[in-house]
Protein backbone atom coordinates (compact mmCIF):
# COMPACT_ATOMS: atom_id res chain seq x y z
CA UNK A 1 0.00 0.00 0.00
CA UNK A 2 1.56 3.22 -1.02
CA UNK A 3 1.52 6.24 1.26
CA UNK A 4 -0.66 8.32 -0.98
CA UNK A 5 -3.33 5.97 -0.54
CA UNK A 6 -2.93 5.99 3.41
CA UNK A 7 -3.29 9.69 3.09
CA UNK A 8 -6.53 9.71 0.99
CA UNK A 9 -8.10 6.70 3.81
CA UNK A 10 -7.04 9.53 5.87
CA UNK A 11 -8.84 12.59 4.54
CA UNK A 12 -11.95 10.41 3.97
CA UNK A 13 -12.45 9.12 7.84
CA UNK A 14 -12.05 13.19 8.64
CA UNK A 15 -14.30 13.69 6.06
CA UNK A 16 -17.26 11.08 7.17
CA UNK A 17 -16.56 12.20 10.95
CA UNK A 18 -19.21 14.89 12.43
CA UNK A 19 -17.99 18.17 12.67
CA UNK A 20 -17.85 18.96 16.39
CA UNK A 21 -19.89 22.11 18.13
CA UNK A 22 -17.32 24.68 19.53
CA UNK A 23 -18.43 25.25 23.20
CA UNK A 24 -18.21 28.24 25.50
CA UNK A 25 -18.39 28.94 29.32
CA UNK A 26 -21.70 30.64 30.37
CA UNK A 27 -20.19 32.17 33.07
CA UNK A 28 -16.69 33.29 31.14
CA UNK A 29 -19.20 34.69 28.24
CA UNK A 30 -21.12 36.60 31.29
CA UNK A 31 -18.02 37.75 32.26
CA UNK A 32 -17.11 39.03 28.66
CA UNK A 33 -20.40 40.70 28.34
CA UNK A 34 -20.10 42.31 31.59
CA UNK A 35 -16.70 43.73 30.79
CA UNK A 36 -17.41 45.14 27.16
CA UNK A 37 -20.72 46.64 28.82
CA UNK A 38 -18.46 48.50 31.69
CA UNK A 39 -15.62 49.63 29.08
CA UNK A 40 -18.16 50.77 27.09
CA UNK A 41 -21.29 52.68 28.96
CA UNK A 42 -19.43 52.80 32.44
CA UNK A 43 -18.24 56.48 32.73
CA UNK A 44 -14.66 56.99 33.87
CA UNK A 45 -14.25 56.24 37.71
CA UNK A 46 -11.57 55.71 40.84
CA UNK A 47 -12.10 53.73 43.57
CA UNK A 48 -9.89 55.31 46.46
CA UNK A 49 -9.59 54.39 50.33
CA UNK A 50 -10.28 55.90 53.34
CA UNK A 51 -6.98 58.51 53.22
CA UNK A 52 -7.92 59.71 49.99
CA UNK A 53 -5.68 57.45 48.01
CA UNK A 54 -6.46 56.00 44.54
CA UNK A 55 -6.45 52.23 44.39
CA UNK A 56 -7.97 51.43 40.92
CA UNK A 57 -8.66 53.76 37.65
CA UNK A 58 -11.57 52.65 35.36
CA UNK A 59 -11.89 54.62 31.94
CA UNK A 60 -10.51 57.21 30.78
CA UNK A 61 -9.99 59.09 33.56
CA UNK A 62 -6.68 61.73 31.77
CA UNK A 63 -9.30 64.36 31.49
CA UNK A 64 -9.73 64.44 35.30
CA UNK A 65 -6.48 63.38 36.41
CA UNK A 66 -3.11 65.21 35.94
CA UNK A 67 -0.01 63.77 37.78
CA UNK A 68 1.74 66.78 39.40
CA UNK A 69 5.95 67.36 39.23
CA UNK A 70 7.58 65.93 41.33
CA UNK A 71 7.50 62.30 42.38
CA UNK A 72 4.57 60.34 41.31
CA UNK A 73 1.90 60.22 43.78
CA UNK A 74 -1.73 58.34 43.99
CA UNK A 75 -3.60 61.12 46.03
CA UNK A 76 -6.83 61.79 44.26
CA UNK A 77 -6.53 65.94 45.58
CA UNK A 78 -3.29 66.36 44.47
CA UNK A 79 -4.01 64.68 40.74
CA UNK A 80 -7.59 66.55 40.56
CA UNK A 81 -7.40 68.66 37.41
CA UNK A 82 -8.11 72.36 38.15
CA UNK A 83 -11.73 73.41 39.01
CA UNK A 84 -11.75 69.72 40.88
CA UNK A 85 -10.44 69.78 44.23
CA UNK A 86 -12.50 72.10 46.08
CA UNK A 87 -15.97 70.29 45.05
CA UNK A 88 -14.22 66.68 45.91
CA UNK A 89 -12.47 68.00 49.20
CA UNK A 90 -16.29 68.90 50.00
CA UNK A 91 -18.14 65.96 48.71
CA UNK A 92 -15.43 63.03 49.93
CA UNK A 93 -16.30 64.60 53.29
CA UNK A 94 -20.33 64.59 53.10
CA UNK A 95 -20.05 61.08 51.93
CA UNK A 96 -17.72 59.80 54.49
CA UNK A 97 -20.00 61.35 57.12
CA UNK A 98 -23.12 60.45 55.70
CA UNK A 99 -22.28 56.90 53.95
CA UNK A 100 -24.67 58.09 51.58
CA UNK A 101 -23.63 59.09 47.60
CA UNK A 102 -22.71 62.84 46.44
CA UNK A 103 -23.36 64.69 43.47
CA UNK A 104 -21.85 68.18 42.28
CA UNK A 105 -21.44 70.03 38.77
CA UNK A 106 -17.75 71.43 38.28
CA UNK A 107 -16.11 73.02 35.67
CA UNK A 108 -12.42 71.38 34.58
CA UNK A 109 -10.26 74.05 32.59
CA UNK A 110 -7.81 72.27 30.15
CA UNK A 111 -5.98 75.52 28.86
CA UNK A 112 -8.60 77.24 26.68
CA UNK A 113 -11.11 74.42 27.05
CA UNK A 114 -13.65 74.43 29.13
CA UNK A 115 -15.20 70.90 30.07
CA UNK A 116 -18.57 70.74 32.45
CA UNK A 117 -18.70 67.67 34.38
CA UNK A 118 -20.59 65.62 36.53
CA UNK A 119 -18.83 63.86 39.87
CA UNK A 120 -20.61 61.54 42.11
CA UNK A 121 -18.84 59.93 45.07
CA UNK A 122 -20.55 57.45 46.84
CA UNK A 123 -19.67 54.42 49.44
CA UNK A 124 -19.23 51.35 48.34
CA UNK A 125 -21.68 49.35 49.61
CA UNK A 126 -20.18 45.76 49.08
CA UNK A 127 -17.51 46.72 51.68
CA UNK A 128 -18.62 49.34 53.97
CA UNK A 129 -16.07 48.61 56.74
CA UNK A 130 -13.29 49.84 54.83
CA UNK A 131 -14.67 52.89 54.37
CA UNK A 132 -14.23 52.81 50.37
CA UNK A 133 -15.27 55.65 47.81
CA UNK A 134 -16.00 55.10 44.27
CA UNK A 135 -15.61 58.51 42.28
CA UNK A 136 -17.24 58.83 39.04
CA UNK A 137 -16.86 61.47 36.22
CA UNK A 138 -19.31 62.57 33.44
CA UNK A 139 -19.17 64.81 30.90
CA UNK A 140 -22.62 67.07 30.75
CA UNK A 141 -21.83 68.36 27.61
CA UNK A 142 -19.49 68.26 24.99
CA UNK A 143 -16.23 70.42 25.65
CA UNK A 144 -16.21 74.01 24.10
CA UNK A 145 -13.60 75.36 22.51
CA UNK A 146 -12.92 78.27 20.35
CA UNK A 147 -13.76 77.24 16.73
CA UNK A 148 -13.43 78.52 13.41
CA UNK A 149 -15.60 81.75 12.93
CA UNK A 150 -15.88 84.46 10.20
CA UNK A 151 -14.42 88.34 10.97
CA UNK A 152 -17.87 89.61 11.14
CA UNK A 153 -19.26 87.09 14.14
CA UNK A 154 -15.97 86.77 16.11
CA UNK A 155 -17.11 89.90 18.04
CA UNK A 156 -20.43 88.37 19.20
CA UNK A 157 -18.28 84.75 19.65
CA UNK A 158 -15.57 86.86 21.85
CA UNK A 159 -18.30 88.08 23.78
CA UNK A 160 -19.97 85.02 24.53
CA UNK A 161 -16.97 83.50 25.52
CA UNK A 162 -16.49 85.95 27.82
CA UNK A 163 -19.81 85.38 29.27
CA UNK A 164 -19.34 81.76 29.29
CA UNK A 165 -15.76 82.49 31.35
CA UNK A 166 -17.90 84.81 33.86
CA UNK A 167 -20.56 82.33 34.55
CA UNK A 168 -17.61 79.78 35.35
CA UNK A 169 -15.51 82.26 37.52
CA UNK A 170 -19.13 82.60 39.11
CA UNK A 171 -19.47 78.82 39.47
CA UNK A 172 -16.26 78.63 41.05
CA UNK A 173 -16.46 81.53 43.26
CA UNK A 174 -19.82 79.94 44.75
CA UNK A 175 -18.22 76.87 45.18
CA UNK A 176 -15.10 78.26 46.75
CA UNK A 177 -17.67 80.24 49.58
CA UNK A 178 -19.77 76.95 50.12
CA UNK A 179 -16.28 75.26 50.75
CA UNK A 180 -15.08 78.02 52.81
CA UNK A 181 -18.39 77.96 54.81
CA UNK A 182 -18.13 74.50 55.07
CA UNK A 183 -14.54 74.74 56.25
CA UNK A 184 -15.60 77.09 58.65
CA UNK A 185 -18.36 75.01 60.08
CA UNK A 186 -15.94 71.96 60.49
CA UNK A 187 -13.53 74.33 62.10
CA UNK A 188 -16.29 75.40 64.36
CA UNK A 189 -17.18 71.87 65.70
CA UNK A 190 -13.40 70.44 65.52
CA UNK A 191 -12.55 73.85 68.12
CA UNK A 192 -15.80 72.63 70.07
CA UNK A 193 -14.59 69.05 70.45
CA UNK A 194 -11.12 70.22 71.22
CA UNK A 195 -12.57 72.65 73.92
CA UNK A 196 -14.88 69.26 75.77
CA UNK A 197 -11.60 66.90 75.06
CA UNK A 198 -9.01 69.76 76.99
CA UNK A 199 -12.07 70.02 79.83
CA UNK A 200 -11.82 66.47 79.60
CA UNK A 201 -8.04 66.20 79.65
CA UNK A 202 -7.90 68.68 82.44
CA UNK A 203 -10.40 67.08 84.82
CA UNK A 204 -8.73 63.91 84.13
CA UNK A 205 -5.50 65.65 85.52
CA UNK A 206 -7.47 66.59 88.61
CA UNK A 207 -8.25 63.58 89.33
CA UNK A 208 -5.05 62.04 88.72
CA UNK A 209 -3.34 65.03 90.75
CA UNK A 210 -5.64 64.18 93.33
CA UNK A 211 -5.35 60.30 93.57
CA UNK A 212 -1.08 61.29 93.80
CA UNK A 213 -1.54 63.30 96.57
CA UNK A 214 -3.47 60.25 98.11
CA UNK A 215 -0.44 58.03 97.35
CA UNK A 216 1.75 60.09 99.09
CA UNK A 217 -0.61 60.62 101.83
CA UNK A 218 -0.74 56.41 101.68
CA UNK A 219 3.10 56.20 101.46
CA UNK A 220 3.49 58.65 104.47
CA UNK A 221 1.13 56.20 106.32
CA UNK A 222 3.29 53.19 105.02
CA UNK A 223 6.55 54.76 105.94
CA UNK A 224 4.94 55.59 109.35
CA UNK A 225 3.84 51.95 109.90
CA UNK A 226 7.04 50.90 108.90
CA UNK A 227 9.22 53.11 111.50
CA UNK A 228 6.57 51.56 114.16
CA UNK A 229 6.78 47.91 113.40
CA UNK A 230 10.90 48.31 113.28
CA UNK A 231 10.43 50.02 116.93
CA UNK A 232 8.31 47.11 118.22
CA UNK A 233 10.56 44.42 116.52
CA UNK A 234 13.83 45.93 117.67
CA UNK A 235 11.92 45.92 121.14
CA UNK A 236 10.77 42.33 120.68
CA UNK A 237 14.08 41.28 119.99
CA UNK A 238 15.23 42.74 123.31
CA UNK A 239 12.53 40.68 125.00
CA UNK A 240 13.70 37.74 123.62
CA UNK A 241 17.58 38.24 124.43
CA UNK A 242 16.21 38.99 128.07
CA UNK A 243 14.04 35.88 127.94
CA UNK A 244 17.45 33.94 126.54
CA UNK A 245 19.52 35.45 129.64
CA UNK A 246 16.96 34.40 132.58
CA UNK A 247 16.80 31.05 131.01
CA UNK A 248 20.38 30.59 131.04
CA UNK A 249 20.33 32.00 134.56
CA UNK A 250 17.48 29.57 135.46
CA UNK A 251 19.68 26.59 133.69
CA UNK A 252 22.70 27.42 135.16
CA UNK A 253 21.08 27.22 138.95
CA UNK A 254 19.40 24.24 138.70
CA UNK A 255 22.97 22.48 137.03
CA UNK A 256 24.54 24.02 140.51
CA UNK A 257 21.67 22.91 142.48
CA UNK A 258 21.81 19.17 141.46
CA UNK A 259 25.73 19.47 142.13
CA UNK A 260 25.73 20.42 145.13
CA UNK A 261 22.67 18.17 146.41
CA UNK A 262 25.29 14.93 144.63
CA UNK A 263 27.65 16.05 146.73
CA UNK A 264 26.18 16.37 150.25
CA UNK A 265 24.54 12.84 149.98
CA UNK A 266 27.45 10.56 150.86
CA UNK A 267 28.41 13.09 153.64
CA UNK A 268 24.83 12.83 155.44
CA UNK A 269 25.15 8.79 154.94
CA UNK A 270 29.07 8.71 156.76
CA UNK A 271 27.39 10.69 159.43
CA UNK A 272 23.97 8.13 160.24
CA UNK A 273 26.49 5.33 159.96
CA UNK A 274 29.24 6.62 162.78
CA UNK A 275 26.01 7.46 165.48
CA UNK A 276 25.02 4.45 165.12
CA UNK A 277 28.07 2.42 165.88
CA UNK A 278 28.83 4.59 168.69
CA UNK A 279 25.27 3.76 170.12
CA UNK A 280 25.89 0.18 169.98
CA UNK A 281 29.27 0.29 171.81
CA UNK A 282 27.38 2.24 174.75
CA UNK A 283 24.95 -0.24 174.97
CA UNK A 284 27.28 -3.25 175.03
CA UNK A 285 29.30 -1.00 178.23
CA UNK A 286 26.39 -1.00 179.88
CA UNK A 287 25.29 -4.35 179.85
CA UNK A 288 28.50 -5.31 181.16
CA UNK A 289 28.33 -3.38 184.04
CA UNK A 290 24.73 -4.47 184.86
CA UNK A 291 26.44 -8.33 185.07
Known amino acids: MSFSSLGASARLEQAQQP ?6 DPA ?4 LARRALLERYAPASVLIDQKGRILYFHGPTQDYFAQPSGEPTRD ?12 LRSALRQATETRQSVTFGAQIRQGTT ?28 E ?3 PAQISPRRSKRAKQGGDVANRHALEEELR ?16 VEEQKAANEEITSVNEELQ ?5 LETSKEELQSYNEELHTVNNQLQHKIRELEDVSNDQSNLLAGTDLQASETAPLTAAGFSIKGSKSQGATWHQRSCDV
Open 28 to 31: RVTD
Open 143 to 145: PTA
Open 114 to 141: VRPVSVTVAPLPSQPAAGLLLVSFESTV
Open 175 to 190: ATRAELQSTLEQMDSV
Open 76 to 87: LLAMAREGLRLG
Open 210 to 214: STNEE
Open 19 to 24: AKQETH
